[in-house]
């Protein structure tokens, strides 16, 4: 498919931009990783471009974590990363009031789900790894509760390896990549969703609580339990943030 190289085209990309989504959506439809692209000669001649704006289409698909550019060497498909994908969440929640939301709504799908799997499919190291969470958040839940900084950090790195957790017990692999890809952002909303339950007067049981009622679920097999655990968890989280926000504090 010709791209001119006029300016822009009629969708507002640039000659190279519009290489780069086309070539993307043949490296995700039949380049497998390890594969190597077509020559810049091969995909000039394709696109009835330059060889200039073909390499700075290879850049930009460099930059978005899809190939790998060695010296001398044609560019190599890569293994999937969600590093690319969680910069993109990152953005989206310190920009976006609404980005926080549409995270919950993403975490409501998918968690519910991963913790209804879990339920069901849990091994003895999957369950292990989620109490070992719930553990470590309550090690530290008193310390974070008199305002030690280290503790509060802490606590809310076992609330994430909970999630994570959870959602590795579901023995889904894409559950798993989504959230290794969230996260960063996550860690951004669990400070959000603290100071939300402050404003409105609750506190670390309350967390503790709602952790504990979806690890008793999970061990007892009970998937309907478990999800329904895991989405009261996650309205009472959409509420706290809701209160952060309304309080005039901006993502940070």
Do not use: C, W
């Amino acid at each position: 498919m010709a791209i001119t190289e006029e300016g822009v085209d009629r969708t507002g990309s640039t000659a190279a931009e519009a290489v780069a989504n086309q070539l993307a959506d043949t490296i995700l439809r039949d380049l497998a990783p390890g594969l190597s692209i077509p020559s810049e000669a091969e995909l000039a001649a394709r696109y009835q471009v330059s060889r200039l704006t073909v390499r700075e289409a290879v850049k930009m698909l460099v930059g978005r974590g899809l190939l790998h550019l060695g010296r001398g060497r044609r560019a190599v498909v890569r293994e999937p990363d969600s590093s690319v994908f969680a910069g993109m969440l990152v953005s989206i929640v310190r920009n976006d009031p609404k980005g926080l939301f549409d995270l919950i709504e993403l975490r409501m799908a998918m968690e519910t789900l991963s913790a209804g799997l879990a339920a069901k499919r849990a091994s003895r190291a999957g369950l292990q790894a989620v109490d070992g969470a719930m553990e470590g958040m309550r090690r530290f839940a008193t310390d974070a509760a008199r305002g030690d900084a280290e503790a509060e950090a802490r606590f809310h790195e076992s609330d994430l390896q909970f999630h994570e957790a959870v959602a590795m017990a579901s023995g889904n692999r894409v559950i798993a990549f989504i959230f290794e890809a969230m996260a960063r952002p996550l860690r951004e909303s669990f400070v959000m969703s603290r100071r939300g339950q402050t404003l409105r007067g609750a506190g670390r049981d309350e967390t503790l609580s709602a952790h504990q009622a979806i690890l008793d679920a999970i061990k007892a097999g009970d998937q309907r339990a478990a999800v329904d655990a895991m989405r009261a968890h996650l309205k009472s989280t959409e509420l706290d943030i809701r209160s952060h926000v309304a309080s005039g504090n901006a993502p940070t």
